[in-house]
């Protein structure tokens, strides 16, 4: 008896255990999805900044490939178009903004940065599968690909008021972009809604920061480091092309 309690135990045990911690799923969605941007650059020397703000979305493709104890296994991407970027806060001694003197204005001055963007996860869930909510986590590298850029100023660069600036440094407004591709890491957290043959629909708030610089950072260039870094708030709608039937 001893021995085939034995016999059961070492064989049927795996077997419980692969059920119990690793239920597989095969599971395809995709969708698109849309957000808000706020966006600053990690200039040295610093450079006074708000937020620059700019619109994000794309596509997105998620597989399902487990479930490992509670926790719903999952790869997902996305190709988004990011409007990116800085805006500036020019300010005096006393924290006031800086009055150009030729206009009368306080000067104002914003960059915009278009990329694609490549954000890959792994993404961990927790909660109804299949309808109603779930929380999730996901990280992951992110690669951007430079489109294109742009300026805004109410100022001429030969008539900009120096001489009331707290931060003189201002190198970074005629500086083009000179690194192209841009790489980093992304993470998220968010709330998903699942509805049987309409979607599951997600909603967002990301982080990324971006290990590379977007212009040179060697003893011969100005900045030693300039990387982007941004704050998402997205809504994304996936519908399933292939699902696990449990």
């Keep these: 008896m001893k021995n085939i309690f034995l016999f059961y135990l070492f064989t049927l045990l795996p077997l419980q255990m692969q059920a119990q911690v690793g239920e597989h799923r095969n599971g395809l969605a995709v969708g698109v999805n849309g957000g808000y941007a706020l966006t600053n650059i990690g200039f040295v020397p610093s450079v006074s900044q708000g937020f620059h703000g700019g619109m994000t979305g794309g596509l997105t493709i998620r597989y399902v490939s487990e ?6 296994c999952s790869v997902q991407a996305e190709i988004n178009y990011t409007q990116m970027g800085w805006k500036e806060k020019i300010l005096d001694s006393d924290d006031q903004p800086v009055i150009n003197r030729v206009t009368g204005l306080a000067e104002e001055y914003s960059r915009t940065i278009n990329y694609v963007q490549v954000p890959v996860f792994a993404h961990l869930a927790w909660g109804r599968e299949q309808r109603g909510a779930q929380f999730f986590f996901q ?12 300026t805004k100023s109410n100022f001429e660069w030969s008539e900009r008021n120096m001489i009331d600036r707290v931060n003189p440094v201002c190198a970074q407004d005629t500086m083009a972009v000179e690194h192209k ?3 980093g ?3 998220g957290i968010g709330l998903e809604y699942s509805v049987p043959r309409i979607g599951h629909f997600q909603l967002e708030a990301r982080y990324y920061y971006g290990l590379g610089n977007i ?7 100005y900045f030693a480091k300039s990387n982007l870094g941004s704050i998402v708030f997205k809504l994304a709608w996936l519908f399933d092309l292939k699902r696990t039937k449990n």
């Excluded at 479930?67 to 719903?72: D, P, R, V």
């Excluded at 992110?142 to 294109?148: D, E, M, R, S």
């Excluded at 212009?215 to 260039?221: E, F, I, L």
């Design 67 to 72: 479930k490992y104890f509670t926790a719903i």
């Design 185 to 187: 890491i992304a993470a």
């Design 139 to 150: 990280v992951g590298p992110q690669f951007g690909f430079y489109l294109n850029e742009s």
């Design 215 to 221: 212009y040179g950072d060697t003893k011969r260039d």
């Design 181 to 183: 591709f841009d790489y």
